[in-house]
Protein backbone atom coordinates (compact mmCIF):
# COMPACT_ATOMS: atom_id res chain seq x y z
CA UNK A 1 0.00 0.00 0.00
CA UNK A 2 1.24 3.78 -0.45
CA UNK A 3 2.53 5.39 2.42
CA UNK A 4 2.99 8.65 2.94
CA UNK A 5 5.42 10.65 5.04
CA UNK A 6 4.86 14.24 6.06
CA UNK A 7 8.48 16.37 7.41
CA UNK A 8 8.26 18.30 9.48
CA UNK A 9 5.98 16.57 11.98
CA UNK A 10 5.65 20.45 13.57
CA UNK A 11 7.04 23.86 12.93
CA UNK A 12 7.15 27.12 14.58
CA UNK A 13 7.56 29.94 12.70
CA UNK A 14 7.59 33.56 13.53
CA UNK A 15 4.90 35.34 11.43
CA UNK A 16 6.43 37.17 8.00
CA UNK A 17 8.28 34.29 7.71
CA UNK A 18 8.77 31.47 5.24
CA UNK A 19 8.16 28.22 5.26
CA UNK A 20 8.42 24.48 3.48
CA UNK A 21 6.30 21.24 4.45
CA UNK A 22 7.08 18.80 2.29
CA UNK A 23 5.14 14.69 1.71
CA UNK A 24 6.64 11.81 0.08
CA UNK A 25 5.17 8.88 -1.05
CA UNK A 26 6.62 5.24 -1.53
CA UNK A 27 5.03 4.53 -4.80
CA UNK A 28 4.18 7.02 -7.90
CA UNK A 29 1.97 10.04 -6.84
CA UNK A 30 -0.93 9.79 -9.81
CA UNK A 31 -3.03 12.71 -7.32
CA UNK A 32 -1.79 14.66 -4.87
CA UNK A 33 -3.92 16.43 -2.91
CA UNK A 34 -2.91 19.24 0.17
CA UNK A 35 -5.79 19.80 3.44
CA UNK A 36 -5.54 22.14 6.01
CA UNK A 37 -6.94 21.46 9.03
CA UNK A 38 -8.11 23.45 11.84
CA UNK A 39 -7.80 22.06 15.10
CA UNK A 40 -11.12 19.42 16.05
CA UNK A 41 -12.85 20.38 12.62
CA UNK A 42 -13.30 18.81 9.42
CA UNK A 43 -10.42 19.44 6.41
CA UNK A 44 -10.67 22.18 3.84
CA UNK A 45 -8.84 21.60 0.55
CA UNK A 46 -6.67 23.65 -0.51
CA UNK A 47 -4.90 22.07 -3.82
CA UNK A 48 -4.52 19.18 -6.34
CA UNK A 49 -1.56 18.50 -8.36
CA UNK A 50 -1.49 15.70 -10.80
CA UNK A 51 1.14 16.35 -13.46
CA UNK A 52 4.67 16.00 -12.97
CA UNK A 53 6.38 19.07 -12.26
CA UNK A 54 3.71 20.82 -12.17
CA UNK A 55 3.13 24.27 -9.89
CA UNK A 56 -0.04 25.69 -8.54
CA UNK A 57 -0.38 28.81 -6.28
CA UNK A 58 -3.19 30.14 -3.73
CA UNK A 59 -3.09 33.65 -2.46
CA UNK A 60 0.17 32.94 -0.30
CA UNK A 61 0.70 28.95 -0.56
CA UNK A 62 2.23 27.53 -3.76
CA UNK A 63 2.29 23.42 -4.11
CA UNK A 64 4.98 22.14 -6.43
CA UNK A 65 5.14 17.99 -7.42
CA UNK A 66 8.29 16.77 -8.48
CA UNK A 67 9.16 15.41 -11.49
CA UNK A 68 9.28 11.80 -10.89
CA UNK A 69 5.74 12.55 -8.72
CA UNK A 70 6.83 11.08 -5.78
CA UNK A 71 7.22 14.55 -3.51
CA UNK A 72 5.38 17.26 -3.17
CA UNK A 73 5.82 20.44 -0.93
CA UNK A 74 3.74 23.01 0.04
CA UNK A 75 5.36 26.55 0.42
CA UNK A 76 4.38 29.38 3.02
CA UNK A 77 5.02 32.67 2.08
CA UNK A 78 4.83 35.48 4.51
CA UNK A 79 3.62 33.44 6.97
CA UNK A 80 0.72 34.79 9.11
CA UNK A 81 -1.37 33.65 11.96
CA UNK A 82 -4.15 32.79 10.03
CA UNK A 83 -1.89 30.09 8.27
CA UNK A 84 -1.76 27.95 11.73
CA UNK A 85 -3.09 24.71 11.65
CA UNK A 86 -2.45 21.27 10.42
CA UNK A 87 -1.58 20.25 6.73
CA UNK A 88 -2.30 17.35 5.15
CA UNK A 89 -1.41 15.56 2.11
CA UNK A 90 -3.71 13.31 0.35
CA UNK A 91 -2.96 10.80 -2.40
CA UNK A 92 -4.56 8.69 -4.73
CA UNK A 93 -3.04 5.52 -4.94
CA UNK A 94 -4.57 4.18 -8.08
CA UNK A 95 -5.51 6.82 -10.38
CA UNK A 96 -9.11 6.27 -9.26
CA UNK A 97 -10.41 10.32 -9.76
CA UNK A 98 -9.50 11.32 -6.04
CA UNK A 99 -11.62 8.09 -4.45
CA UNK A 100 -9.74 6.04 -1.89
CA UNK A 101 -6.77 8.59 -0.72
CA UNK A 102 -4.36 7.61 1.53
CA UNK A 103 -3.24 10.59 4.39
CA UNK A 104 0.11 11.38 5.62
CA UNK A 105 0.34 12.46 9.32
CA UNK A 106 0.14 15.70 9.01
CA UNK A 107 2.40 18.49 9.62
CA UNK A 108 1.18 20.89 12.79
CA UNK A 109 1.84 24.56 11.97
CA UNK A 110 2.14 27.39 14.74
CA UNK A 111 2.79 31.01 13.63
CA UNK A 112 3.71 33.31 16.64
CA UNK A 113 2.50 37.02 16.36
CA UNK B 1 -25.56 26.17 1.08
CA UNK B 2 -24.69 22.77 -0.08
CA UNK B 3 -22.19 20.73 2.47
CA UNK B 4 -21.81 17.53 4.86
CA UNK B 5 -23.02 18.00 7.84
CA UNK B 6 -22.69 15.58 10.94
CA UNK B 7 -23.76 15.19 14.15
CA UNK B 8 -23.14 15.55 16.97
CA UNK B 9 -20.29 17.49 17.50
CA UNK B 10 -19.57 15.75 20.66
CA UNK B 11 -20.91 12.20 22.01
CA UNK B 12 -20.33 10.35 25.13
CA UNK B 13 -20.80 6.96 25.65
CA UNK B 14 -20.18 4.25 28.59
CA UNK B 15 -17.78 1.30 27.65
CA UNK B 16 -19.68 -1.32 25.73
CA UNK B 17 -22.85 0.56 24.49
CA UNK B 18 -22.97 0.85 20.44
CA UNK B 19 -23.26 4.16 18.77
CA UNK B 20 -24.16 5.90 15.37
CA UNK B 21 -22.40 9.12 14.12
CA UNK B 22 -24.50 11.14 11.40
CA UNK B 23 -23.37 12.02 7.93
CA UNK B 24 -25.30 13.66 5.69
CA UNK B 25 -24.76 15.20 2.44
CA UNK B 26 -26.44 17.45 -0.30
CA UNK B 27 -23.63 17.99 -2.88
CA UNK B 28 -25.02 15.13 -4.87
CA UNK B 29 -21.93 13.21 -4.69
CA UNK B 30 -21.97 9.58 -5.51
CA UNK B 31 -18.84 8.57 -2.84
CA UNK B 32 -18.62 8.97 0.71
CA UNK B 33 -16.36 8.04 3.24
CA UNK B 34 -15.68 7.79 6.72
CA UNK B 35 -12.24 8.35 8.10
CA UNK B 36 -10.64 8.22 11.93
CA UNK B 37 -8.35 10.79 13.34
CA UNK B 38 -6.20 10.26 16.58
CA UNK B 39 -4.25 12.49 18.25
CA UNK B 40 -1.34 14.15 16.64
CA UNK B 41 -1.74 11.26 13.90
CA UNK B 42 -3.21 11.96 10.37
CA UNK B 43 -6.73 10.35 8.63
CA UNK B 44 -7.10 6.39 8.07
CA UNK B 45 -10.17 5.15 6.60
CA UNK B 46 -12.95 2.97 8.13
CA UNK B 47 -14.98 2.21 5.38
CA UNK B 48 -15.95 3.96 2.00
CA UNK B 49 -19.08 4.08 -0.91
CA UNK B 50 -19.30 5.04 -4.19
CA UNK B 51 -22.60 4.19 -4.80
CA UNK B 52 -25.88 3.81 -3.30
CA UNK B 53 -26.34 0.38 -1.20
CA UNK B 54 -22.36 -1.01 -1.74
CA UNK B 55 -20.07 0.12 0.81
CA UNK B 56 -16.40 -1.64 1.19
CA UNK B 57 -13.81 -1.82 4.20
CA UNK B 58 -10.85 0.48 4.59
CA UNK B 59 -7.48 -0.01 6.66
CA UNK B 60 -9.58 -0.29 9.86
CA UNK B 61 -12.96 -1.57 9.85
CA UNK B 62 -13.02 -4.08 12.13
CA UNK B 63 -15.59 -3.23 15.18
CA UNK B 64 -17.31 -0.61 13.05
CA UNK B 65 -20.42 -0.92 10.81
CA UNK B 66 -22.24 1.07 7.93
CA UNK B 67 -25.00 1.35 5.68
CA UNK B 68 -26.11 3.56 2.50
CA UNK B 69 -29.67 3.41 1.97
CA UNK B 70 -29.88 7.07 0.37
CA UNK B 71 -27.01 8.75 -1.82
CA UNK B 72 -27.64 11.45 0.75
CA UNK B 73 -26.94 9.55 3.76
CA UNK B 74 -23.75 7.22 5.55
CA UNK B 75 -24.17 6.66 8.91
CA UNK B 76 -21.35 4.84 11.20
CA UNK B 77 -21.68 2.68 14.11
CA UNK B 78 -19.11 1.90 16.41
CA UNK B 79 -19.75 -1.21 17.97
CA UNK B 80 -18.89 -2.45 20.86
CA UNK B 81 -16.35 -4.88 19.45
CA UNK B 82 -14.03 -1.52 18.65
CA UNK B 83 -11.83 -1.99 21.24
CA UNK B 84 -10.79 1.83 21.12
CA UNK B 85 -13.18 3.74 19.46
CA UNK B 86 -12.20 7.29 21.53
CA UNK B 87 -11.59 9.72 18.61
CA UNK B 88 -12.18 11.79 16.29
CA UNK B 89 -14.68 10.71 13.23
CA UNK B 90 -14.29 12.17 10.02
CA UNK B 91 -17.35 11.79 7.05
CA UNK B 92 -16.39 12.94 3.30
CA UNK B 93 -17.82 12.60 0.19
CA UNK B 94 -16.58 13.38 -3.93
CA UNK B 95 -17.79 13.38 -7.63
CA UNK B 96 -16.14 11.28 -10.25
CA UNK B 97 -17.35 13.80 -12.50
CA UNK B 98 -16.24 16.76 -11.60
CA UNK B 99 -12.49 17.64 -11.90
CA UNK B 100 -10.63 18.05 -9.63
CA UNK B 101 -12.03 15.59 -7.88
CA UNK B 102 -11.57 16.54 -4.10
CA UNK B 103 -12.97 14.95 -1.08
CA UNK B 104 -15.54 17.65 1.01
CA UNK B 105 -15.24 16.77 4.73
CA UNK B 106 -17.53 17.27 7.21
CA UNK B 107 -16.70 18.99 10.58
CA UNK B 108 -16.47 15.83 12.74
CA UNK B 109 -17.69 14.28 15.50
CA UNK B 110 -15.59 13.62 18.76
CA UNK B 111 -16.22 10.75 20.28
CA UNK B 112 -15.22 9.72 23.62
CA UNK B 113 -16.12 6.11 25.42
CA UNK B 114 -15.71 6.05 28.91
Known amino acids: SQELEQSPQSLIVQEGKNLTINCTSSKTLYGLYWYKQKYGEGLIFLMMLQKGGEEKSHEKITAKLDEKKQQSSLHITASQPSHAGIYLCGADPSNNAGNMLTFGGGTRLMVKP | DGGITQSPKYLFRKEGQNVTLSCEQNLNHDAMYWYRQDPGQGLRLIYYSQIVNDFQKGDIAEGYSVSREKKESFPLTVTSAQKNPTAFYLC?????????????FGPGTRLTVT
Open chain 2, 92 to 104: ASSSDRVAPYEQY
